[in-house]
């Protein structure tokens, strides 16, 4: 009793979307919602309206979080892509994708003790240092393309040090939404995570992947599921690939290319990054982006139906 009333829940879940979509901190989105007419008229606020501040879009996030209410709200929303007929169709195509978060710079003592799932002493005194220190990400190293010199000799590949969380994504092939996806730390495999992003209901029995998720249980977890492997072929360690299996991996890369183009779309034109410290409320930043990620395919394809 007493005291500003609540913000209503559906404005507050529309300004966590504006902040998926532009890649905002919190201070920025209250910023950003004060000074652009585009953002109050979205939310439906007036010039004289309450405008939500940074600790109210911190605390709704937070709710969300420990209701577990992302899974949900993605899981709704895919509902609601079914039912205008957007069904999953075509196949599917798994990949993952490392999203950056701020460096964590401790120790060989702490890492030590972190990999270890301890935490280090001096953390523990000091609640305030702890509550600042992300125990739930790694550090992992990302390949870039291999370039060539002037003179045509390829150069080596170049492997980059990252820090944060891998976002995995199982993506319909006709439609391009993301109809499963996961969370983890950045240096977990990206095969392992295969067997929860198959999407069962999908009309098509294909999946496309590259040679990150090609193994014997992996295959067999696909068969198991009733479906087709697509999985681009490993070359043999000191061996040249046969041309037959060349050939089968570039038609596969043709197909497999797709799923790039949403991790594109989310960390170029939604700037996707984790500011925030854990993995829960990555998965929840990454759920988020993922949903809004949906809702501007859904765009794409009610614009093209609108003008066809």
């Not at 201070?27 to 919602?33: C, G, S, V, W």
């Not at 957007?86 to 120790?107: C, K």
């Not at 198991?224 to 570039?250: C, D, I, T, W, Y």
Request: proline share 5%; net charge positive; aromatic share 8%.
């Amino acid at each position: 009793k007493g005291g500003r009333p609540p913000m209503d829940a559906v404005m507050m879940f529309q300004v966590l979307v504006l902040q998926a979509l532009y890649g905002l901190a919190d201070e920025q989105t209250e910023f950003q919602i004060r000074d652009r007419l585009s953002f109050m008229r979205f939310l439906g606020l007036d010039l004289h309206g309450r405008v939500p501040d940074a600790r109210t879009i911190w605390l709704f996030r937070e709710l969300l979080i420990k209701a577990k209410a992302v899974d949900a709200l993605f899981a709704r929303f895919d509902a609601h892509l079914r039912d205008r007929g957007y069904l999953a169709m075509g196949g599917q195509m798994i990949d993952a994708s490392i999203v950056a978060a701020p460096r964590q710079r401790n120790t060989d003592a702490e890492k030590a003790n972190l990999k270890a799932g301890r935490i280090p002493e001096d953390w523990a005194a000091n609640p305030a240092k702890l509550r600042q220190k992300d125990r739930d990400g790694r550090w992992t190293l990302k390949r870039g393309r291999r370039k060539r010199k002037p003179d045509g000799t390829p150069m080596m590949q170049i492997a980059t040090p990252v820090y944060g969380y891998k976002s995995h994504i199982g993506v319909d092939r006709r439609h391009r939404f993301i109809r499963t996806w996961s969370v983890t730390d950045a240096a977990r495999h990206d095969g392992r995570e295969l067997p929860g992003l198959l999407d069962r209901s999908n009309t098509g029995s294909s999946v496309w992947a590259d040679t990150a998720y090609r193994s014997a249980k992996n295959e067999k977890r696909i068969a198991k599921a009733g479906l087709v492997s697509k999985v681009h072929f490993r070359k043999p360690p000191g061996k040249p690939m046969s041309e037959p299996r060349q050939r089968a991996n570039a038609a596969r890369s043709r197909e497999r290319s797709g799923v790039e183009h949403v991790f594109a779309d989310q960390k170029h034109r939604m700037s996707l990054f984790i500011r925030t410290i854990g993995i829960a409320r990555a998965r929840a930043k990454i759920g988020l982006a993922n949903i809004a990620c949906n809702m501007r395919r859904l765009l794409f394809w009610e614009t093209a139906a609108s003008q066809a």
